[in-house]
């Protein structure tokens, strides 16, 4: 690593590169003008009166933070009072045990920046402004989108003059003509359209602050610059690592150090590789140099996807798996193209040549460039069946077949469906009280229909439903199929009886089941059936009548909460053998060594579970290996074989950990031993013992593959 | 109906041949090794295994005997090894993974016990898989006539062929069988250009010495093994002895140097 990389690297890691916002006096006499209209004054003052971090060693500045005094960036939300209220009351607090509200995912349009100037966007908004000139709303709208550009050229020209003046204190040569040359280019961009490789990364870097989320598919959008400033001898390879290097540094200053975020991988996440708008594989050269620079820094943040297909060669697929076996702070997870893309276009209406711009966003949600992500709140799927066997037994035990009891089981879902949707359509509607004004340029569509992206702006979002539970809810149904109406073991009486009793006296029943219920997971035709009827249940109801107007691509993760704890501890026990107030599932895969039959077996299930490609929302798979297994490289190599085979059977995401349960016990008991143990949690990873209870105990519960 | 007896089939198997494997575990062998890790394989017949520092005592085994395969004991303390299959069930589950055998050149393994002596059922299998085009290979121990071979070359892939010793009294001693047979099996295999891959397990004082190593790797000479594996010998199998009431023979594990002069010999032209 480069010395100037690596005095950064340290200043990073030790806290010193967090950029402190300044304290903004605001004019008393803006109170006189209309709310939008102050508040965008206020964001502009605010913009104008922050100070760039510049150090000696610096190539690039000008990431802005927001403290709250104002509106800020649609991520953060800080400054957002309405966004503030809905997390007091329903952030963690789900309402009726169902839904629990959560954060919300965007990602900036930076190519539009880098290539066309902040210039290109005032041209929109003039044109803009000519469409809706009659729209007084409207026109305000997009003054304040105009002015908070002028602030934010104004704020390049203050960065600019700082890095100048702080040149001339430094004494290194190198040093000082690399600040000489971020000053001049600071003048040209993010203005105007970037002219070199360094120019469009400084680009990013200054507008990233205010949508502070994916920095997107940066191997696509920057692979043009580099190209051509390596063809044209301005640029070696080793520049452009350490820009990278640099930018993916700030992505990691940005936490401050005595937040935990600063460990998890889940704050800033890109992709590298994926389908092209001509059907090839986008995996390049400066992919890999991407992924080679940030694998030499000891950081964090940020996290890796590849983005798998069909036609990633097997070479690239084994170096991202073996730059994940050897990164010790597990920053790199894989997701496949093909379900992936297949749902975007079925389910949320975009092209092909669209959806191919798809990056993964946060712990393991999607974005589109220039879109962002609605619905998203967690919804405790497994409360129907709860319901199914504790509303309704007066209806199942007169069910004669499978299908008369599944179809009680489906009305019950549709109905905690729509409960769920009309709960979600509650927390956007508080959503919406907050008018974003910093983010809306980095949005499709904003400019364009002259509203905010908070209230309705956008036409590049990604509606998502999450469901916590749903092995839970695939175990209930095959384990009720099997015993009560194919084995005829029990009768519903006696199931609902061991339910309500909470398998108090029906112990040796719930021992059958946990031994010998045909549980998913396991690659047999009796539950990869019951999953697929789910899974079609699922597809069936979405049909876009939802409070979003849109149909939903459903994810299952957890994010940095213990939604699957807290929905656990007040769902009644369930057929699947799980104790009243035990934590429900996350995730689709299996647990507790429920899955009998090895690695291919679950993969397959998992593969195959959903022909409908509706889980292509944020739907994370963990797989939990024996470090022993992949010690060997020949048996390495095998491994990335079985996961080539997942992803071409259909699978859309995995990521890995390997460790030995025995080590992961310890690590509860004795954190003190373990404090370099590092884990894939939900799309993110992180030190186990910085995780709470309900965490952990996830991951010991996963089943440890040791072949 | 063609059936075997089977005591266990593992999917996603990395060590029993090349690329992801299904391994299928025939009951019953002819060979009676001191040192062998899978002693539930030796009877042709369903055993009853205990383990018993897993059991709490629930009593719910009290009538149990070999037939009942289907029996599950709660707590892992009892099972039954061994269960009569058929062709179509162990078939079904083979070709389950068939996307992953492709993947990685990778396919199934009919190991044991020793496969060979349930030669009709295997042939069976052996041609199935091979109708669908999945990689096959046979891991034996060789001790069976030759016309046993002769009816399973056509669908095998690949042998996974035991040399335990080349001294026949030590053999004789150690396993109950003469190595004649296996030796003779296996340069008729050689003749028949049949693709054999050659796994020598490291018993300290059974094998494990230059001498002993010198002779296979001159006997082989003249032949082309596409591998030749060491296992060293390891105690992982012993537990297994416990639960089923058998007598232990122990040996020491050989050290790393070991292994590594001995492994030497087989690098070195």
Same mark, same amino acid.
């Given at each position: 690593?480069?010395?100037?990389i690596?005095?950064?690297?340290?200043?990073?890691?030790?806290?010193k590169?967090?950029?402190?916002?300044?304290?903004?006096?605001?004019?008393?006499?803006?109170?006189?003008?209309?709310?939008?209209?102050?508040?965008?004054?206020?964001?502009?003052?605010?913009?104008?009166?922050?100070?760039?971090?510049?150090?000696?060693?610096?190539?690039?500045?000008?990431?802005?933070?927001?403290?709250?005094?104002?509106?800020?960036?649609?991520?953060?939300?800080?400054?957002?009072?309405?966004?503030?209220?809905?997390?007091?009351?329903?952030?963690?607090?789900p309402?009726?045990?169902?839904?629990?509200?959560?954060?919300?995912?965007?990602?900036?349009?930076?190519?539009?920046?880098?290539?066309?100037?902040?210039?290109?966007?005032?041209?929109?908004?003039?044109?803009?402004?000519?469409?809706?000139?009659?729209?007084?709303?409207?026109?305000?709208?997009?003054?304040?989108?105009?002015?908070?550009?002028?602030?934010?050229?104004?704020?390049?020209?203050?960065?600019?003059?700082?890095?100048l003046?702080?040149?001339?204190?430094?004494?290194?040569?190198?040093?000082?003509?690399?600040?000489?040359?971020?000053?001049?280019?600071?003048?040209?961009?993010?203005?105007?359209?970037?002219?070199? @490789?360094?120019?469009?990364?400084?680009?990013?870097?200054?507008?990233?602050?205010?949508?502070?989320?994916?920095?997107?598919l940066?191997?696509?959008?920057?692979?043009?610059?580099?190209?051509?400033?390596?063809?044209?001898?301005?640029?070696?390879?080793?520049?452009?690592?350490?820009?990278?290097?640099?930018?993916?540094?700030?992505?990691?200053?940005?936490?401050?150090?005595?937040?935990?975020?600063?460990?998890?991988?889940?704050?800033?996440?890109?992709?590298?590789?994926?389908?092209?708008?001509?059907?090839?594989?986008?995996?390049?050269?400066?992919?890999?140099?991407?992924?080679?620079?940030?694998?030499?820094?000891?950081?964090?943040?940020?996290?890796?996807?590849?983005?798998?297909?069909?036609?990633?060669?097997?070479?690239?697929?084994?170096?991202?798996?073996?730059?994940?076996?050897?990164?010790?702070?597990?920053?790199?997870?894989?997701?496949?193209?093909?379900?992936?893309?297949?749902?975007?276009?079925?389910?949320?209406?975009f092209?092909?040549?669209?959806?191919?711009?798809?990056?993964?966003?946060?712990?393991?949600?999607?974005?589109?460039?220039?879109?962002?992500?609605?619905?998203?709140?967690?919804?405790?799927?497994?409360?129907?069946?709860?319901?199914?066997?504790?509303?309704?037994?007066?209806?199942?035990?007169k069910?004669?077949?499978?299908?008369?009891?599944?179809?009680?089981?489906q009305?019950?879902?549709?109905?905690?469906?729509?409960?769920?949707?009309?709960?979600g359509?509650?927390?956007?509607?508080?959503?919406?009280?907050?008018?974003?004004?910093?983010?809306?340029? @980095?949005?499709?569509?904003?400019?364009?229909?002259?509203?905010?992206?908070?209230?309705?702006?956008?036409?590049?979002?990604?509606?998502?439903?999450?469901?916590?539970?749903?092995?839970?809810?695939?175990?209930s149904?095959?384990?009720?199929?099997?015993?009560?109406?194919?084995?005829?073991?029990?009768?519903?009486?006696?199931?609902?009886?061991?339910?309500?009793?909470?398998?108090?006296?029906?112990?040796?029943?719930?021992?059958y089941?946990?031994?010998?219920?045909?549980?998913?997971?396991?690659?047999?035709?009796?539950s990869?059936?019951?999953?697929?009827?789910?899974?079609?249940?699922?597809?069936?109801?979405?049909?876009?009548?939802?409070?979003?107007?849109?149909?939903?691509?459903?994810?299952?993760?957890?994010?940095?909460?213990?939604?699957?704890?807290?929905?656990?501890?007040?769902?009644?026990?369930?057929?699947?053998?799980?104790?009243?107030?035990?934590?429900?599932?996350?995730?689709?895969?299996?647990?507790?060594?429920?899955?009998?039959?090895?690695?291919?077996?679950?993969?397959?299930?998992?593969?195959?579970?959903?022909?409908?490609?509706?889980?292509?929302?944020?739907?994370?798979?963990?797989?939990?290996?024996?470090?022993?297994?992949?010690?060997?490289?020949?048996?390495?190599?095998?491994l990335?074989?079985?996961?080539?085979?997942?992803?071409?059977?259909?699978?859309?995401?995995?990521?890995?950990t390997?460790?030995?349960?025995?080590?992961?016990?310890?690590a509860?008991?004795?954190?003190?031993?373990?404090?370099?143990?590092?884990?894939?949690?939900?799309?993110?990873?992180d030190?186990?013992?910085?995780?709470?209870?309900?965490?952990?105990?996830?991951?010991?519960?996963?089943?440890?593959?040791?072949? | 109906?063609?059936?075997?007896?089977?005591?266990?089939?593992?999917?996603?198997? @990395?060590?029993?041949?090349?690329?992801?494997?299904?391994?299928?575990? @025939?009951?019953?062998?002819?060979?009676?090794?001191?040192?062998?890790?899978?002693?539930?394989?030796?009877?042709?017949?369903?055993?009853?295994?205990?383990?018993?520092?897993?059991?709490t005592?629930?009593?719910r085994?009290?009538?149990?005997?070999?037939?009942?395969?289907?029996?599950?004991?709660?707590?892992?303390?009892?099972?039954?090894?061994?269960?009569?299959?058929?062709?179509?069930?162990?078939?079904?589950?083979?070709?389950?993974?068939?996307?992953?055998?492709?993947?990685?050149?990778?396919?199934?393994?009919?190991?044991?016990?020793?496969?060979?002596?349930?030669?009709?059922?295997?042939?069976?299998?052996?041609?199935?898989?091979?109708?669908?085009?999945?990689?096959?290979?046979?891991?034996?121990?060789?001790?069976?006539?030759?016309?046993?071979?002769?009816?399973?070359? /056509?669908?095998?892939?690949?042998?996974?062929?035991?040399?335990?010793?080349?001294?026949?009294?030590?053999?004789?001693?150690?396993?109950?069988?003469?190595?004649?047979?296996?030796?003779?099996?296996?340069?008729?295999?050689?003749?028949?250009?049949?693709?054999?891959?050659?796994?020598?397990?490291i018993?300290?004082?059974?094998?494990?010495?230059?001498?002993?190593?010198?002779?296979?790797?001159?006997?082989?000479?003249p032949?082309?093994?596409?591998?030749?594996?060491l296992? /060293?010998?390891?105690?992982?199998?012993?537990?297994?002895?416990?639960?089923?009431?058998?007598?232990?023979?122990?040996?020491?594990?050989?050290?790393?140097?070991?292994?590594?002069?001995?492994?030497?010999?087989?690098?070195?032209?």
């Amino acid at each position: 690593m480069d010395e100037r990389i690596e005095s950064l690297v340290k200043k990073t890691v030790s806290g010193k590169m967090y950029v402190y916002p300044v304290k903004t006096e605001y004019d008393r006499c803006d109170l006189f003008l209309p709310p939008i209209k102050m508040s965008a004054k206020r964001v502009c003052e605010y913009i104008r009166n922050q100070e760039p971090l510049i150090v000696a060693e610096s190539c690039f500045t000008g990431l802005i933070k927001f403290d709250g005094s104002v509106e800020g960036d649609v991520f953060n939300r800080s400054g957002h009072v309405n966004f503030g209220i809905a997390c007091n009351n329903f952030y963690n607090k789900p309402v009726d045990n169902l839904l629990t509200f959560e954060w919300q995912h965007s990602a900036g349009d930076f190519a539009k920046i880098i290539n066309g100037g902040i210039v290109s966007i005032k041209d929109e908004i003039n044109k803009s402004i000519e469409k809706h000139k009659n729209d007084a709303e409207a026109t305000q709208f997009l003054e304040t989108q105009s002015d908070i550009c002028d602030a934010l050229i104004d704020w390049a020209c203050k960065c600019s003059e700082k890095a100048l003046s702080f040149s001339k204190t430094v004494s290194n040569e190198k040093y000082k003509k690399n600040l000489e040359k971020l000053s001049r280019a600071l003048k040209n961009v993010p203005k105007k359209s970037a002219n070199s @490789f360094y120019e469009a990364i400084l680009s990013l870097y200054v507008c990233y602050g205010l949508i502070p989320d994916s920095i997107g598919l940066i191997d696509r959008y920057l692979y043009p610059f580099y190209k051509k400033d390596v063809e044209k001898g301005i640029l070696t390879k080793e520049d452009a690592s350490e820009y990278l290097q640099e930018l993916f540094l700030m992505l990691q200053a940005r936490i401050h150090i005595s937040s935990d975020r600063f460990y998890r991988g889940g704050e800033s996440h890109f992709c590298v590789g994926g389908y092209l708008e001509n059907g090839e594989d986008g995996f390049n050269e400066l992919s890999k140099l991407i992924v080679d620079s940030l694998m030499e820094l000891p950081t964090w943040i940020p996290q890796i996807s590849l983005r798998w297909t069909p036609k990633t060669p097997h070479e690239v697929l084994h170096y991202m798996m073996d730059c994940e076996r050897k990164d010790p702070n597990k920053r790199i997870a894989f997701v496949n193209d093909v379900p992936r893309i297949n749902g975007l276009m079925k389910y949320t209406g975009f092209s092909h040549e669209k959806a191919v711009h798809y990056t993964m966003i946060g712990c393991n949600e999607i974005a589109m460039p220039g879109g962002i992500v609605f619905g998203f709140d967690p919804m405790n799927i497994v409360r129907c069946v709860q319901n199914t066997f504790f509303n309704r037994s007066d209806d199942i035990v007169k069910a004669k077949t499978f299908n008369e009891f599944y179809n009680i089981f489906q009305e019950e879902m549709f109905n905690d469906l729509c409960e769920a949707d009309k709960i979600g359509k509650g927390f956007q509607t508080i959503r919406e009280r907050d008018c974003n004004l910093v983010s809306s340029i @980095f949005i499709d569509g904003c400019i364009e229909s002259a509203k905010s992206v908070t209230q309705g702006g956008t036409n590049t979002y990604i509606a998502v439903g999450l469901l916590i539970g749903i092995s839970n809810v695939i175990d209930s149904l095959s384990v009720t199929k099997q015993l009560v109406f194919d084995e005829k073991r029990i009768t519903m009486e006696q199931l609902i009886d061991a339910l309500r009793n909470n398998w108090n006296g029906f112990e040796d029943l719930r021992e059958y089941i946990l031994k010998e219920g045909l549980f998913f997971g396991n690659d047999d035709d009796f539950s990869n059936g019951v999953a697929n009827r789910f899974f079609k249940s699922l597809d069936n109801w979405n049909t876009g009548d939802n409070y979003l107007k849109k149909p939903l691509v459903f994810g299952n993760l957890v994010g940095y909460n213990e939604h699957h704890k807290f929905f656990g501890d007040n769902t009644k026990a369930t057929p699947d053998g799980r104790f009243d107030g035990d934590m429900i599932n996350f995730g689709i895969g299996q647990s507790k060594g429920k899955d009998r039959n090895g690695l291919t077996a679950l993969l397959s299930s998992v593969a195959k579970c959903d022909p409908y490609s509706i889980l292509t929302g944020p739907s994370v798979t963990n797989v939990l290996l024996d470090e022993q297994l992949v010690k060997k490289d020949e048996n390495f190599e095998k491994l990335v074989y079985l996961f080539e085979a997942y992803f071409k059977m259909g699978g859309t995401h995995f990521q890995l950990t390997y460790v030995s349960k025995e080590d992961l016990i310890n690590a509860k008991k004795t954190p003190d031993k373990y404090k370099n143990l590092r884990v894939r949690v939900s799309g993110f990873s992180d030190y186990f013992v910085f995780l709470n209870e309900g965490l952990q105990d996830e991951i010991i519960q996963r089943t440890t593959h040791a072949r | 109906m063609n059936t075997a007896i089977i005591f266990d089939i593992q999917r996603n198997s @990395f060590v029993d041949g090349p690329g992801i494997r299904t391994t299928v575990f @025939f009951k019953g062998c002819n060979l009676k090794c001191k040192w062998c890790h899978n002693p539930e394989s030796q009877s042709s017949k369903p055993q009853i295994m205990f383990y018993k520092d897993k059991c709490t005592g629930c009593g719910r085994c009290k009538d149990l005997t070999e037939k009942d395969a289907e029996f599950v004991c709660f707590n892992d303390a009892k099972k039954i090894c061994g269960k009569v299959q058929t062709v179509e069930n162990v078939f079904d589950i083979i070709r389950k993974d068939k996307i992953f055998y492709e993947t990685s050149n990778g396919g199934v393994t009919f190991s044991g016990g020793e496969c060979m002596l349930q030669i009709d059922f295997l042939r069976e299998l052996l041609k199935k898989c091979k109708e669908i085009n999945i990689h096959t290979a046979v891991d034996t121990a060789g001790s069976v006539s030759w016309e046993y071979f002769a009816k399973i070359l /056509p669908y095998t892939d690949l042998f996974l062929y035991d040399i335990k010793t080349f001294n026949n009294d030590v053999h004789k001693k150690f396993t109950d069988a003469s190595n004649e047979l296996i030796l003779n099996n296996l340069k008729k295999l050689f003749e028949h250009e049949a693709t054999v891959s050659i796994r020598i397990p490291i018993i300290p004082t059974v094998n494990d010495t230059v001498e002993e190593m010198r002779k296979i790797k001159e006997f082989l000479a003249p032949y082309k093994p596409i591998n030749i594996e060491l296992l /060293p010998y390891h105690k992982m199998g012993e537990h297994k002895y416990m639960a089923l009431g058998m007598n232990i023979t122990s040996f020491n594990i050989p050290s790393k140097e070991k292994m590594e002069e001995l492994n030497g010999i087989f690098q070195h032209k």
